[in-house]
């Protein structure tokens, strides 16, 4: 059950980052992913439910990341480098998903039924503020989401440009670079502390 309903979905999402949502029907759908229509209808009750729950598994697999990170011990750096580095992981092991999600976001208004993304990039963004206001004790950082937001917005110029391009932009060194960009404000303000207060080790 579960390897049918997965071939519909990988189906479907091929079709959909291909063609997009509307050029891509049901039967094109279970010819792709060799099933009948009763199959699918088995399993989804219509396109539009077969979409939204294609949607739902993409960010979830997010949602899994951030979950793992949130039982990670390591240092603000390290987290932070193990988020991008998964995120750059999933884009190569799944670019049907990524390419799908780009088609989406950049689609005229209506070309796909609507899906709350914004709102799943918004939870996402606040998980990763909640990381860095964990290490924040000495309130160095005055604005985790701002923060949060630059890091998701360069890590999304590097998958675009990966996609656009070809080149290996996502490396686990870039994703360090990525980091380190927004660290070093970190630790210039640690230097800059007034005399008395205690310097921490790089966060």
């Known amino acids: 059950m579960k390897r049918t309903r997965n071939a519909i979905l990988n189906a479907a999402t091929q ?11 049901i039967r094109e759908i279970c010819q792709a992913a060799a099933i009948t229509k009763p199959v699918l209808y088995y399993h989804f009750r ?20 951030l979950l793992l990170l949130s039982s990670f011990h390591g240092s603000l750096r390290d987290r932070l480098i193990l988020y991008v580095s998964s ?12 390419r799908l999600l780009f088609r989406m976001m950049f689609s ?12 799943e990039f918004k939870r996402e963004r606040m998980e990763i503020a909640k990381f860095i206001k964990e ?16 890091l998701m917005g360069m890590m ?18 870039n ?5 380190d960009l927004l660290l ?11 005399a008395g207060i205690g310097k921490r080790g790089r966060a």
């Open 15 to 25: 079709l959909f980052a291909q063609k997009g949502y509307a050029g891509s029907s």
């Open 46 to 65: 219509s396109k539009e439910h077969l979409y939204e729950e294609l949607m739902l598994d993409i960010f979830n697999q997010t949602r899994k990341n």
């Open 87 to 98: 995120e750059f992981n999933n884009s190569k092991k799944d670019p049907n998903s990524v």
């Open 108 to 119: 005229p208004e209506g070309g796909y039924p609507h899906f709350n993304f914004v709102q």
């Open 135 to 150: 290490k924040n004790e000495d309130g160095i950082f005055r604005d985790p989401e701002l923060i949060s937001t630059a």
């Open 156 to 173: 999304l110029i590097e998958i675009l440009e990966y996609f656009f391009t070809g080149r290996r932009t996502l490396t686990r060194r």
């Open 175 to 179: 994703a360090e670079k990525l980091v």
């Open 184 to 194: 070093p404000f970190h630790r210039e303000a640690e230097i800059t502390l007034p």
